[in-house]
């Protein structure tokens, strides 16, 4: 867990939220902003495919999972921006390791729970973007 939290959220978010978000948010607006943010961060985890070891290099850039994996980066991205929204990077990185966090000690890894996680989260973050639009 402490490899997740070190390797994920506290060496990204200060880039992804605490910088780049922001600055996209007011040039085009919240929406736009999530996801030219959503697909940059989408691509910068395509790496992950081909580092032995990894989750992704595991479930393969040609596969369901990757499928699903890559899709949950969106709502992910909404959750992460509007927790720094409400409470800076500290609530970013809380929201981005708990995901982060649910993969590895829930074993997300199949299609079928890869899928049914991104669907979560895309209700979820739907849902919370309905609440607080703005």
């Known amino acids: 867990m402490l490899l997740t939290l070190i390797t994920g959220p506290l060496p990204e978010e200060p880039g992804w939220r605490g910088t780049a978000y922001p600055r996209l948010r007011s040039r085009m607006g919240r929406a736009p902003a999530l996801l030219v943010l959503s697909t940059i961060w989408a691509i910068w985890h395509l790496?992950?495919?081909f580092i032995?070891?990894?989750?992704?290099?595991?479930?393969?850039?040609?596969?369901?999972?990757?499928?699903?994996?890559?899709?949950?980066?969106?709502?992910?991205?909404?959750?992460?921006?509007?927790?720094?929204?409400?409470?800076?990077?500290?609530?970013?990185?809380?929201?981005?390791?708990?995901?982060?966090?649910?993969?590895?000690l829930l074993g997300i890894s199949g299609p079928p729970a890869l899928g049914m996680s991104a669907a979560v989260l895309a209700v979820v973050a739907a849902f919370v973007l309905m609440v607080r639009p703005s």
């Open 47 to 49: 790496p992950l495919f």
């Open 52 to 104: 032995p070891g990894t989750l992704q290099h595991g479930w393969g850039l040609d596969s369901w999972s990757g499928v699903f994996f890559l899709l949950a980066i969106y709502p992910i991205t909404a959750l992460t921006c509007f927790a720094y929204e409400r409470a800076g990077f500290a609530g970013a990185a809380a929201v981005h390791f708990g995901v982060n966090g649910a993969i590895v």
